[in-house]
């Protein structure tokens, strides 16, 4: 683990060793401090900071990939300085993660809700076309309009679904304005995928994702029992060894171009913990999947 003796926590994650800092880092973290749209409990703002400083008690080594994915480089960007409305920090965050995909950099991008993730797919759909998303969650998020925004974190996926092939797993809650919207064939409903084998459904999953994908994980999609700090809890949840055994193959079969991490609600250290940890696990199984990345 790379916590500091003291006690202090730098604002980096994983806080690697300093000698990183000479080379060009393969990950870039750029966090995202924003709940502006939130709608039940709010907090969601503090989450990047809290994943940043549960990060720092991460232990280094992977077990599963019997690696260490700190080696390939990973540095903390400044966080975005987050405008009130969710539409112009579309744009910021499009702005700033287009940068990051410029340089050649995976981007780990920490929320804040989820409403974050709309600029970070736009910026991923401009650089590589033909980029498809899952979205690991509880809810649906493809309302057209909520609260008087269509950027509401509410939103988000209906907002993704514009830009380019969307594959939902996880979800268990939705309104009933966006069942006819939803394509079936690509929802993975949590009551239907938690008695079954992961190896099964989520080979048919990434069967349905394009070679280049980016992955929005909602930490609602984890059962509370597993997660229970965030904003919209809801019940019948996925566990560790389903999401990670899930982001594992889709390590291993598509080429992942970025993945966001959002809805943590600070004040549980377990919970944001989890986040952190989730984190590495899926960069451990990137960096091991042969041919994609050195």
């Known amino acids: 683990m790379t916590g500091s003796e ?3 926590h730098p604002r980096v994650f994983l806080d690697p060793p300093s000698e990183l800092s000479e080379r060009k880092a393969a990950v870039a973290i750029l ?3 924003y709940d502006a749209t939130s709608s039940w409990l709010k907090g969601a703002a503090a989450g990047p900071e809290a ?10 080594w992977d077990i599963e990939t019997a690696s260490e994915p ?3 480089g990973i540095v903390t960007l400044p966080a975005v300085e987050c405008p009130e409305s969710a539409e112009d920090l579309a744009i910021e965050v499009a702005r700033r993660v287009g940068g990051i995909l410029g340089s050649g950099q995976l981007p780990v991008i920490l929320g804040g809700e989820h409403s974050v993730t709309i600029g970070a797919v736009r910026a991923a759909a401009r650089v590589f ?3 498809s998303v899952l979205q690991i969650d509880a809810h649906g998020d493809t309302r057209e309009t909520y609260h008087g925004s269509n950027h509401n974190h509410a939103c988000v996926m209906a907002r993704v679904r514009e830009l380019c092939p969307i594959v939902q797993v996880g979800i268990r809650s939705v309104d009933a304005d966006e069942v006819e919207g ?9 009551h239907e995928i938690v008695g079954e084998p992961t190896a099964t459904w989520s080979k048919r999953v990434v069967d349905l994702l394009s070679d280049t994908v980016y992955v929005t994980i909602d ?5 509370p029992s597993v997660v229970p700090a965030t904003g919209t809890p809801e019940p019948g949840g996925l566990d560790w060894y389903q999401v990670t055994g899930l982001l594992a193959e889709v390590a291993r079969r598509r080429h992942v171009v970025g993945f966001d991490v959002v809805e943590l609600l600070p004040g549980h250290p377990p919970s944001a913990f989890t986040a952190a940890k989730l984190i590495y696990r899926f960069l451990a199984e990137i960096f091991a999947a042969p041919g994609v990345r050195s």
């Open 31 to 33: 966090p995202v401090p």
């Open 219 to 223: 930490m609602d999609g984890f059962d």
């Open 70 to 72: 700190w080696r390939h």
């Open 51 to 60: 994943i940043i400083d549960a990060s720092q008690y991460v232990e280094v």
């Open 129 to 131: 076309a033909g980029v």
């Open 6 to 8: 003291d006690g202090t």
């Open 182 to 190: 939803l394509d079936a064939a690509r929802v993975f409903w949590a």
